[in-house]
């Protein structure tokens, strides 16, 4: 058990006690964000990047052509219609200087429709600037018409936008505001950070194994402790160091929620109840979405899901990287795991879709099996969890997966006891069969 | 009684026969040579008495006693390929490896001190391994290996890799190791170090012992009854007692004879004292190389018959 603590103390050591890791431990969250942010800055970039285009607007009605709001974007330009005969010939004699032609023909009213004319391609958001534009202002022209007073108003009172808010009746008898997209969002994100860490702490172990093959370690070490318990020590240190950088992280996060919530909360306590009928209309709405996304944030019971995400972390964790340790025995170097690996990475990457494709259906039959089947149980399991499995289910599905991660580890020592020790002759998986009897 | 008496141990692997019945005696405070060609069973045998392999059959007794776990804190091992952890202080590795076989921190920092300083290596304690050159590189491993001062200590070719000055270092730290009480199991290929150092060795071949003994018995059983005589006649052949070799090839002024059948030294030596002026004769012993290659030779032979 000394023994064991100490290879585990190394082993733990080597990983945090690098420079890299602390570095890459900081910088990753803001990594992230910056890898997030690079779709909104590019979408930046292209508003400011692109020219302002002329378009030539031929109104056969003469009374919506003002109705187009000149933008950064686009620069609507009214031209008589009786000037223009031919829309075509107009648009070839500026050369280039107009990118479209809007026509909008007399009987737009009855039709709904309005052409868009252009050489290049047409734009989605010169198409819905258009479109939104001219919608508002020709219902409104519609309702004006029909010589009812107040009648704009009368239709913006009856205007409704449906909100659907999902309650979830508790034992209890309480109602319980919940999101199922809430719920999912988080499956789907613990699901993915299992399969991240264990494929990324798998791989690592692997690494490590053949390197200590490589450099001739392995010997030194196995004629002061038994095998098991430097592959064991490996997996746990390596383990160690992952859960301590998640810690390091739920930090730094907590940190970021603090300063956030706290700039929130100032900016949040300006459009109190009372104002909210008044003149911003945009705000209370935001804040109203916000509020809801909270609620319901906070309606999910926590408990059971992170007890569950670090049961089914830890069981998958020691499952595949066990796994992955016995392959790192059977090669001489990290080249030759490919052979190996293959079936292992295609059992990881199932999981991975298994949990995505149950995210449809978390109560269907396909999703029941794999939170059941060891190999698919952690990843899928996660994604099912919101939606109140039945308690036998997970118990199930937690015995059959602890069972298995003992066997397979016990199996994966009796690859590895071997493996470390042969060189040379390139393992098949007949040898890997025979070194397990 | 043996310090470590290895009793008729087979190991089986799927396909061959590692050991086949295998028996040693390591007397205490002794430097034991156990030599052999490539495949001849040696890292077999030296992993079943560091009990990273179970035998299949037979004993291992290490003081009078089965050998057991708890027992390979009592031995040092320098395996033939040899490494060290890259990244880590060379300090703190030889501290890992002395505590791994169960020595407190305390202890384990003392005496890498001790052994950093004896090896002039004081200053490199705080730098990584990958900075050594591979010279130093051996010496932390020799280190590795001595640091809980073992009364059994397993060396596998020792020597290899090291410089002439730094082997020499070493054999003499091995040396002392063995004044100070330490068993050493020493094997090797390179025989003349067998000769410097080893009193007794076992010669494997085919996953069986071929030969087993001292230094001095083996040589004398494996005599040629040659005599090499300096003189500056010229010697003419007698059949009845001696016939004349050719020179050897180094050391070509000396005359060499093969005594016939039943014919003593003593005899020959006064009978070409009569005839000749002799300026000095000597006993040709045969080389542990010779031996070993004349045993791995017939024995082959035999097999193949």
Redesign the interface.
């Known amino acids: 058990m000394n023994k064991l603590r100490l290879i585990i103390a190394r082993e733990y050591m080597s990983i945090v006690g690098r420079k890299s890791f602390i570095i890459l431990t900081l910088l990753f969250p803001f990594l992230m964000i910056a890898i997030g942010s690079i779709p909104i800055l590019m979408a930046y970039m292209n508003d400011k990047g692109d020219q302002m285009q002329q378009i030539a607007v031929i109104d056969e009605t003469g009374r919506y052509a003002a109705a187009l709001p000149n933008d950064n974007k686009f620069n609507f330009v009214a031209i008589n219609g009786d000037t223009v005969t031919n829309a075509r010939d107009f648009y070839d004699k500026s050369k280039g200087s107009i990118s479209a032609v809007i026509i909008i023909p007399r009987d737009v009213d009855s039709t709904g429709v309005v052409n868009i004319y252009s050489e290049g391609t047409i734009i989605p958001a010169l198409e819905s600037t258009v479109k939104n534009a001219l919608t508002d202002t020709i219902e409104s022209a519609h309702l004006a018409a029909m010589g009812i007073p107040n009648l704009q108003q009368i239709v913006d009172k009856a205007h409704v936008n449906i909100d659907i808010h999902a309650i979830k009746w508790s034992d209890t008898g309480d109602e319980e505001e919940a999101s199922t997209d809430i719920a999912l969002f988080l499956g789907i994100i613990l699901s993915l950070i299992i399969f991240w860490f264990v494929f990324f702490s798998g791989t690592m172990i692997m690494n490590n194994v053949v390197e200590e093959k490589t450099n001739r370690i392995v010997e030194v070490v196995v004629s002061s402790c038994r095998p098991f318990h430097l592959m064991m020590g490996k997996i746990i240190g390596v383990g160690l160091s992952v859960l301590t950088q998640m810690a390091i992280w739920i930090v730094l996060l907590g940190i970021a929620g603090t300063i956030g919530g706290s700039l929130l909360g100032v900016s949040g306590a300006v459009p109190s109840p009372d104002m909210m009928g008044a003149g911003a209309a945009v705000t209370p709405e935001v804040e109203g979405e916000f509020a809801s996304f909270m609620r319901q944030a906070l309606a999910i019971n926590y408990t059971p899901i992170i007890i569950n995400f670090l049961l089914y972390f830890i069981e998958g964790y020691l499952l595949y990287c066990a796994i992955f340790a016995s392959l790192g025995s059977a090669v001489d170097q990290a080249s030759d795991t490919s052979q190996f690996l293959t079936p292992v990475m295609l059992l990881m990457i199932f999981s991975f879709y298994a949990a995505m494709g149950c995210a449809e259906n978390p109560d269907g039959p396909m999703a029941f099996w794999c939170s059941i089947i060891p190999f698919t149980a952690p990843t899928v399991m996660m994604v099912r969890l919101p939606f109140d499995v039945p308690i036998w289910q997970i118990i199930l599905s937690h015995v059959l997966l602890i069972i298995t991660a003992l066997a397979i580890v016990w199996l994966a020592a009796r690859i590895y006891r071997r493996g470390i020790l042969s060189y040379g002759k390139k393992a098949s998986f007949k040898d890997l069969f025979n070194w397990l009897r | 009684m043996a310090y470590l008496d290895i009793n008729n141990v087979v190991k089986r692997y ?1 396909g061959h026969t590692a050991l086949s019945g295998v028996s040693m005696e390591v007397p205490e405070g002794c430097i034991y040579g156990l030599l052999g060609p490539n495949g001849a069973g040696k890292s077999t045998l030296i ?1 079943i008495i ?4 179970a035998a299949d059959e037979g004993t291992v007794t290490l003081n009078g006693k089965k050998m057991t ?1 708890n027992d ?2 009592h ?1 040092g ?3 033939e ?8 202080k060379v300090g703190d590795h030889i501290v ?2 002395g ?4 020595m407190t921190k305390a202890d384990a920092v003392a005496s890498m001190h001790w052994w950093l300083d004896r090896f002039d290596l004081k200053e490199w304690e705080n730098r990584k391994v990958e900075n050594l050159s591979k010279g130093m590189q051996q010496k932390v ?1 020799f280190i ?2 001595v640091i809980h001062r073992p009364p059994l200590l397993i060396f596998d070719e020792p020597f290899s890799g090291f410089d002439p000055v730094n082997a020499e270092q070493l054999k003499v730290e091995i040396l002392a190791l063995r004044d100070q009480g330490s068993t050493i199991l020493f094997s090797t290929h390179n025989m003349a170090s067998v000769e410097e150092i080893c009193q007794q060795i076992t010669l494997l071949n085919h996953a069986q012992v071929v030969l087993t003994g001292s230094v001095d018995e083996v040589k004398q059983q494996h005599k040629k009854n040659i005599i090499a005589v300096q003189t500056p006649d010229t010697v003419e052949p007698n059949p009845e007692m001696f016939t004349l070799l050719p020179p050897d090839p180094v050391r070509k002024s000396d005359t060499r004879i093969k005594l016939a059948q039943g014919v003593n030294a003593r005899d020959a030596i006064s009978w070409l004292n009569e005839r000749y002026h002799l300026t000095g004769f000597t006993e040709v012993l045969p080389s542990m190389n010779e031996i070993f290659i004349e045993t791995v030779k017939s024995k082959n032979t035999e097999n193949n018959e």
């Open positions: 799927e992993r560091n009990r990273i392999i776990d390979i804190t031995i091992y320098l395996p390929e040899r490494g060290l952890y890259k990244k880590m890992y490896l505590r791994l076989k169960g491993q590795g290996t």
